[in-house]
């Protein structure tokens, strides 16, 4: 389940430390937006310490670091500091092309050897220009790591020097229409932008149903008060409980130390134990809203 995608700034060891508390499907740990350039390599030293400490972010799904782009000349600093056990994937914004993505994976490859890291790092490509929003299929197909496209709209209507309205969208409705149908035809899926207002939950609620509709399975979040809200609207829905009930029929036997299989194919798709993890949380969230 990708429900939530919550941005935490990279720079604040207090912001880190509650974040561990946060039951939002993906702790993002940034080191674009939120930290200021000054701040980057003490951000870079909070993360990695963070990431050693993986265990502590227990109501988590997934850990992510946001890098910053491939175009600012950061981004190979941030993949060298933050690419280590404990780190679920990374985010990279302003994606333009593939050929930025297969890049990057291989710059991942290098280091997961070197590193001897178990897990297979994810990338989660940003759809934030007007190039990235033509190429979102061939970004979203361009490497077996990409699992995921996420829209940003605020850099997107800059890119296209629009001004941002609260309510409407026409601004953006293409590209935000584009994305999870790119992503879709790809085998993956798609987040939603951000909803900015922390204290207007109904327009954070209504932005998160079209949000739905438009075939997103998720939103990024920007406060821990938007969880609960998105979270809601997305509950999981009979596609998704099917798929989690044939893993955890296929994959509970190894995880209860039954079976030495670690990893199953279901769909086509190989599924292991972050797979399970996250085939439980979905059966849990579905007897929790059917005891309410």
């Known amino acids: 389940m990708y429900r939530t995608l919550i941005f935490v700034p990279g720079n604040s060891a207090r912001f880190i430390d509650s974040a561990k508390r946060l039951n939002a499907d993906i702790i993002c740990l940034d080191l674009e937006d939120s930290v200021p350039y000054h701040e980057k390599p003490s951000a870079r030293e909070l993360i990695k310490v963070a990431l050693s400490q993986r265990d ?8 992510y670091v946001r890098t910053d782009s491939y175009e600012s000349g950061n981004l190979f600093t941030d993949l060298e ?15 333009n092309d593939s050929i930025e993505i297969c890049e990057i994976s291989s710059f991942i490859s290098r280091l997961e050897v070197e590193r001897k890291i178990s897990n297979n790092i994810q990338i989660l490509p ?33 890119d296209m020097q629009i001004e941002y309205r609260e309510y409407g969208g026409d601004e953006y409705s293409y590209a935000r229409a584009k994305i999870p ?16 207002k922390v204290e207007d939950t109904d327009g954070l609620v ?15 979040i920007i406060h821990p008060n938007q969880i609960e809200p998105v979270q809601k609207v997305f509950a999981p829905n009979k596609f998704e409980i099917e798929w989690a009930k044939k893993v955890i029929e296929s ?10 299989i670690g990893a199953v194919m279901i769909d086509g798709k190989m599924i ?21």
């Not at 149908?181 to 900015?196: E, H, M």
Request: hydrophobic share 45%; with cysteine.
């Open 56 to 63: 502590s972010f227990k109501n988590a799904l997934s850990l």
């Open 81 to 95: 500091a933050i690419i280590r056990e404990g780190i679920t994937g990374v985010v990279i914004p302003k994606v």
């Open 126 to 158: 940003s759809i934030e220009t007007a190039k990235g929003v033509v190429n979102a299929y061939s970004i979203a197909k361009s490497d077996s790591r990409v699992n995921l496209l996420v829209f940003g709209v605020f850099d997107f209507l800059n």
């Open 181 to 196: 149908v790119d992503a879709r035809a790809a085998g993956v899926s798609a987040i939603d932008a951000i909803w900015q």
């Open 206 to 220: 209504n932005d998160t149903v079209l949000a739905k509709r438009l075939g997103y399975v998720g939103k990024c």
């Open 251 to 260: 994959l509970e036997p190894a995880m209860e130390m039954k079976s030495k």
């Open 272 to 292: 292991d134990a972050v797979h399970y993890k996250h085939a439980k949380s979905i059966l849990e969230s579905v007897e929790e809203q059917s005891e309410l």
